[in-house]
């Protein structure tokens, strides 16, 4: 490996989460990155129906700190 990331399909990635992309346009991805400079904000979520993929990574990587 060279280090880069392998490309994916994304239709491949829906059927991971048992459901299809919920596609933004880019004005509105756009205004949600904007808010989220402006307000100072970490972690700016643009699809908060994720969270729960994304809370179970988090459990995962948290217990891996308590090996």
Known sequence: G?????DVELDDVAEEF????????????GRIAADGIRDRHLYVPTHPQMFDAVGARHDAIAAAFSR
């Open 18 to 29: 048992g459901r299809a992309i919920p596609w933004l346009s880019p004005q509105e991805a």
């Open 2 to 6: 060279d280090g880069a990331l392998p």
